[in-house]
């Protein structure tokens, strides 16, 4: 080995182990975000009307935005007209814990199951922060 490439590789090795030595580096590297992001896109049928899905809507925003754990709360209109879903419903969740609070909520819950026959179609997603 040259005595350039021992002086790059000495180089390198001195830059990484000055990165892996400051705070929270090891935590950053090997920690998972335990943040989950949950996103319902929705159509709602041909007779509800508009005063139904703005009240349907406005529940949701009132059911969901007080529950612990729960962060960014989205509720509206696509803004896409070439998108298959209408309205849309964002929230971001602290934990697992926290998504397991907004799913058995009673509050929710009610709410669903009180406007779910205006709904024609759904699609849930939940992506995990990494």
């Not at 790059?8 to 030595?21: I, N, P, Q, R, W």
């Not at 509800?48 to 754990?69: C, F, H, M, W, Y």
């Not at 814990?97 to 009673?106: F, I, P, S």
Request: proline share 2%; aromatic share 6%; glycine share 6%.
């Amino acid at each position: 080995m040259g005595k350039r490439t021992r002086v790059l590789v000495l180089a390198a090795v001195v830059v990484t182990a000055a990165l892996l030595s400051q705070p929270g580096a090891e935590r950053t590297a090997s920690a998972r975000s335990s943040k989950i992001r949950r996103t319902i896109l929705l159509n709602f049928k041909s007779e509800a009307t508009t005063a139904d899905i703005q009240k349907v809507l406005q529940e949701v925003r009132q059911s969901i935005s007080g529950l612990q754990g729960v962060h960014n709360l989205f509720v509206g209109t696509q803004i896409i007209d070439r998108t298959p879903f209408r309205y849309g419903i964002s929230m971001d969740f602290d934990d697992e814990t926290a998504l397991k609070g907004y799913r058995e909520n009673e509050e929710h819950r009610r709410t669903h199951n009180d406007y779910s026959h205006l709904v024609e179609s759904a699609q849930i997603t939940d992506i995990r922060d990494e």
